[in-house]
């Protein structure tokens, strides 16, 4: 009876969860495209942050992790809000998310 249970949990246990990268579309565009979007929806900068990212290149999801400035726009009373991330390389603003009802969390 042990071995068969000591089999089972062994059989069972062998199951790795791991995650996946999934492609995601994104608005990409020049920094006054961008901006002006950003400025219809009257959103101000929140804050700036150095995002740890992968990308895309020709041949694919690259292995490397990439350091691109990540920027997040809000706008307090419509409760909008948009994501924003810099590529150098590139020269070009990509909006990775934008949406609605923006809430703030309290401090714990």
Same mark, same amino acid.
């Given at each position: 009876?042990?071995? =068969?249970?000591?089999?089972?949990? =062994?059989? %069972?246990?062998?199951?790795?969860?791991?995650?996946?990268?999934?492609?995601?579309? %994104?608005?990409?565009?020049?920094?006054?495209? %961008?901006?002006?979007?950003?400025?219809?929806?009257?959103?101000?900068?929140?804050?700036?942050?150095?995002?740890?990212?992968? %990308?895309?290149? &020709?041949?694919?999801?690259?292995?490397?992790?990439?350091?691109?400035?990540?920027?997040?726009?809000?706008?307090?009373?419509?409760?909008?809000?948009?994501?924003?991330?810099?590529?150098?390389?590139? &020269?070009?603003?990509?909006?990775?998310?934008?949406?609605?009802?923006?809430?703030?969390?309290?401090?714990?």
């Amino acid at each position: 009876m042990r071995i =068969i249970l000591i089999t089972l949990m =062994i059989l %069972v246990s062998t199951y790795a969860w791991g995650g996946s990268w999934n492609d995601k579309p %994104v608005m990409c565009a020049e920094e006054q495209e %961008v901006q002006s979007a950003i400025k219809e929806k009257s959103e101000t900068l929140l804050f700036n942050a150095v995002q740890l990212t992968k %990308v895309r290149s &020709k041949e694919g999801l690259q292995e490397r992790i990439e350091s691109l400035p990540l920027q997040i726009y809000v706008n307090f009373d419509t409760k909008t809000f948009t994501v924003v991330e810099y590529h150098p390389e590139h &020269k070009i603003y990509c909006i990775v998310s934008y949406g609605t009802d923006l809430n703030l969390l309290q401090q714990l």
